[in-house]
């Protein structure tokens, strides 16, 4: 399973990377179009999904007329979403004042819907442990979408590249997912089967939408307030961010929920197998993102024209929020493995409710007062998490504390190396390079001390995930 892991990572590698390609042969405005659609096609593919997924693959008995009911349940709503997003597009274009909105909201209409196709026959095949027939599927599927992106690229397409690289990535995915999957349901329009795994989905579906509130209102605030170009600078740092959400908390945490499924009912083994997730991403994530803060300057000049002044700004001030997610991120399914739907429930309402109010008060005061906001709110609330999780889950806070140490300790003193040497950042390549040999060697020192650690908690993870 941590192949499977590994292969989402790659997908999600392969999606921000194109990202920040095609981002340096656009303007911010243009970019900040696509930043704008992303949170409402996501929005459908919520509120189709109703939480289906995740009950799908928890449920421990479904037969092949109830998963073919799910079959052709998505397939209706993908088509009803898709639809939607597509006869909407002209309404957000002209409401937001936002040229150039309605056709990357069609594209993103047909995206929304072959993704939600794909969700039933994918989970059907996580359900049968047959990882590597998944892997193979997502590896060939992105494999011809990058191709298609790359000539996009060199046609100069713009901001459409996104839009092709999804549409074939999403579209290959479902015709192979279906195909091999077929085994496993029999078409059928009995949606009223659905019903008892409705009952857990119901409140995945609600945790899901409040934990989308507090994700992408920002986007709708700063595109309506701020305009494109506020949103595109906005939009490319939002991802920085989250590289190591993308990287390495999002495609773990599929994984991580079958494989807790798969132990049971043995909470101490559980609790073993979260901090030595928590230990290994911390691990990889702090230090990341302690780097961004020093280390992105002088590729961002480099890389991004003048239209794009302000973006490393932004990169440095959301770091260290998008650090501590990378943990907390695994709470939601934590929660759920528990049973704690209610739980995981108020916990993100809690959050989304900060985290919106934070976004209402300061976009009125710009750009950087709302992200230096946005950051503050987020970690407090973020150690929140981790406080519900230790008091639900019966993990003691200095038993998590001591999880984070590595990556807390390996980032800490590398940041306090490079800035004691160099400055806060470096913005020409004769600090920038040493700045990096230093930092590296001072990560990796740390990082070796605590080997035995690390160590303990990876054979953990190599003999349940």
Same mark, same amino acid.
């Given at each position: 399973?941590?192949?499977? /892991? $590994?292969?989402?990572?790659?997908?999600?590698?392969?999606?921000? %990377?194109?990202?920040?390609?095609?981002?340096?042969?656009?303007?911010?405005?243009?970019?900040?179009?696509?930043?704008?659609?992303?949170?409402?096609?996501?929005?459908?593919?919520?509120?189709?999904?109703? %939480?289906?997924?995740?009950?799908?693959?928890?449920?421990?008995?479904?037969?092949?007329?109830?998963?073919?009911?799910?079959?052709?349940?998505?397939?209706?709503?993908?088509?009803?979403?898709? $639809?939607?997003?597509?006869?909407?597009?002209?309404?957000?274009?002209?409401?937001? &004042?936002?040229?150039?909105?309605?056709?990357?909201?069609? %594209?993103?209409?047909?995206?929304?819907?072959?993704?939600?196709?794909?969700?039933?026959?994918?989970?059907?095949?996580?359900?049968?442990?047959?990882?590597?027939?998944?892997? %193979?599927?997502?590896?060939?599927?992105?494999?011809?979408?990058?191709?298609?992106?790359?000539? #996009?690229?060199?046609?100069?397409?713009?901001?459409?590249?996104?839009?092709?690289?999804?549409? #074939?990535?999403?579209?290959?995915?479902?015709?192979?997912?279906?195909?091999?999957?077929?085994?496993?349901?029999? !078409?059928?329009?009995?949606?009223?089967?659905?019903? !008892?795994?409705?009952?857990?989905?119901?409140?995945?579906?609600?945790?899901?939408?409040?934990?989308?509130?507090?994700?992408?209102?920002?986007?709708?605030?700063?595109?309506?307030?701020?305009?494109?170009?506020?949103?595109?600078?906005? +939009?490319? $740092?939002?991802?920085?961010?989250?590289?190591?959400?993308?990287?390495?908390?999002?495609?773990?945490?599929?994984?991580?929920?079958?494989?807790?499924?798969?132990?049971?009912?043995?909470?101490?083994?559980?609790?073993?197998?979260?901090?030595?997730?928590?230990? #290994?991403?911390?691990?990889?994530?702090?230090?990341?993102?302690?780097?961004?803060?020093?280390?992105?300057?002088? !590729?961002?000049?480099?890389?991004?024209?003048?239209?794009?002044?302000?973006?490393?700004?932004?990169?440095?001030?959301?770091? !260290?929020?998008?650090?501590?997610?990378?943990?907390?991120?695994? #709470? +939601?399914?934590?929660?759920?493995?528990?049973?704690?739907?209610?739980?995981?429930?108020?916990?993100?309402? &809690?959050?989304?409710?900060?985290?919106? /109010?934070?976004?209402?008060?300061?976009?009125?005061?710009?750009?950087?007062?709302?992200?230096?906001?946005?950051?503050?709110?987020?970690?407090? /609330?973020?150690?929140?998490?981790?406080?519900?999780?230790?008091?639900?889950?019966?993990?003691? @806070?200095?038993?998590?504390?001591?999880? @984070? @140490?590595?990556?807390?300790?390996?980032?800490? @003193?590398?940041?306090?190396?490079?800035?004691?040497?160099?400055?806060?950042?470096?913005?020409?390549?004769?600090?920038?390079?040493?700045?990096?040999?230093?930092?590296?060697?001072?990560?990796?020192?740390?990082?070796?001390?605590?080997?035995?650690?690390?160590?303990?908690?990876?054979?953990?993870?190599?003999?349940?995930?």
């Amino acid at each position: 399973m941590s192949s499977m /892991a $590994a292969v989402n990572a790659v997908r999600s590698a392969a999606t921000l %990377g194109i990202s920040f390609v095609v981002a340096r042969s656009v303007d911010s405005a243009q970019f900040g179009l696509v930043s704008f659609a992303i949170p409402l096609m996501t929005f459908i593919m919520i509120i189709t999904d109703l %939480g289906l997924i995740s009950a799908i693959v928890r449920h421990p008995e479904i037969d092949r007329r109830t998963a073919g009911a799910a079959f052709v349940f998505f397939v209706v709503v993908g088509m009803a979403g898709g $639809a939607a997003l597509f006869a909407s597009s002209r309404f957000f274009e002209t409401s937001f &004042g936002l040229p150039g909105l309605t056709s990357v909201l069609k %594209g993103f209409g047909f995206v929304a819907a072959f993704t939600i196709w794909t969700s039933a026959p994918r989970a059907f095949l996580e359900r049968a442990l047959r990882y590597n027939a998944i892997a %193979g599927v997502e590896l060939f599927s992105l494999g011809l979408a990058v191709a298609v992106v790359t000539w #996009c690229i060199f046609e100069n397409v713009g901001i459409y590249s996104i839009i092709y690289y999804q549409l #074939c990535l999403n579209l290959s995915r479902f015709l192979l997912f279906s195909f091999l999957g077929q085994t496993y349901f029999t !078409p059928n329009f009995a949606f009223r089967i659905l019903k !008892p795994l409705l009952h857990v989905a119901g409140w995945v579906l609600m945790s899901n939408l409040v934990i989308y509130l507090a994700r992408n209102i920002d986007n709708i605030l700063v595109g309506r307030y701020l305009g494109a170009a506020s949103l595109g600078i906005y +939009g490319l $740092a939002y991802q920085f961010m989250t590289l190591p959400l993308v990287l390495i908390t999002w495609p773990v945490s599929g994984v991580l929920l079958s494989s807790l499924r798969k132990i049971g009912s043995d909470d101490a083994k559980k609790n073993a197998v979260i901090l030595a997730v928590f230990c #290994c991403t911390s691990a990889i994530t702090f230090p990341m993102m302690a780097f961004l803060i020093f280390g992105a300057d002088f !590729p961002i000049q480099r890389i991004y024209s003048s239209h794009w002044d302000g973006l490393y700004f932004a990169v440095a001030v959301l770091a !260290p929020a998008g650090a501590l997610q990378s943990i907390t991120s695994y #709470c +939601g399914t934590v929660l759920v493995d528990r049973g704690l739907v209610r739980t995981n429930m108020a916990l993100s309402l &809690g959050v989304a409710g900060s985290m919106v /109010a934070s976004f209402v008060f300061s976009v009125q005061f710009g750009l950087a007062v709302m992200m230096i906001t946005y950051s503050v709110t987020s970690l407090v /609330a973020n150690l929140l998490n981790i406080v519900v999780i230790s008091k639900w889950c019966g993990i003691g @806070l200095c038993e998590i504390g001591r999880s @984070l @140490l590595p990556g807390l300790v390996a980032a800490g @003193l590398g940041l306090a190396f490079t800035k004691f040497y160099f400055g806060n950042t470096a913005a020409d390549i004769r600090h920038w390079l040493p700045g990096v040999a230093v930092y590296a060697a001072v990560v990796l020192v740390v990082l070796w001390s605590f080997r035995a650690k690390i160590a303990g908690h990876i054979a953990v993870l190599g003999s349940d995930i």
